[in-house]
C-alpha cells in the first residue's frame, strides 16, 4: 500500500485527495488521544461522507462566488463531465493492460508447462535407459 495523504484534525475536519492510481483506496482512521484507549471500553464515533465524480461539485454555489452566467456554468459543468469521462477511460485502459497482461501470463505458463514437463520425462528416460 501506499500513502496518499496524511492528516491531522481535531474533533471535525475535511479532507479530499485526488488519486492518480486507478483502482480501490482503503481510508484508516485512528484516535489522535490516548486518555480513554478503545481497548479499555473507549468509544470512537465517526461519521464518514464519501463523495465521488460529479457530484461532489456544488454548481449553485460555485455559479454563485465566480459570478457566472448560465451558460458559463453549463460550460464548465460540461468540461468537468468532458474531464470525467477522459478519467474512466484511462481507468479502463488500466484495467485492459492488466488483463492483458495476466492473460499473457496465463498462457506463457500454458505453453512451457508441459514443454518442461516434456523435457523432464525424456531427462528420466534417458537416464533409466542408459542405466540398463
Not at 3 to 25: A, C, M, N, Q, Y
Not at 40 to 49: I, P, Q
Request: aromatic content about 12%; hydrophobic content about 35%; some cysteine.
Amino acid at each position: 500500500l501506499q500513502l496518499v495523504l496524511s492528516r491531522t484534525f481535531g474533533s471535525e475536519g475535511r479532507f479530499k485527495f485526488t488519486s492518480r492510481k486507478p483502482g480501490g483506496h482503503q481510508i484508516c482512521l485512528q484516535p489522535i488521544s490516548s486518555t480513554l484507549p478503545l481497548s479499555a471500553g473507549g468509544v470512537l464515533t465517526v461519521h464518514l461522507d464519501i463523495k465521488v465524480g460529479e457530484g461532489t461539485n456544488n454548481y449553485t454555489k460555485i455559479a454563485a462566488e465566480h459570478k457566472l452566467t448560465e451558460l458559463q456554468l453549463r460550460i464548465r459543468q460540461l468540461t468537468e463531465q468532458v474531464d470525467q469521462i477522459q478519467k474512466e477511460q484511462n481507468y479502463q485502459r488500466f484495467r485492459e493492460k492488466y488483463f492483458q497482461d495476466v492473460s499473457h501470463s496465463t498462457n506463457m505458463w500454458i505453453f512451457w508447462w508441459p514443454v518442461v514437463r516434456s523435457l523432464y520425462v525424456v531427462a528420466i528416460i534417458t537416464w533409466h535407459t542408459k542405466s540398463w
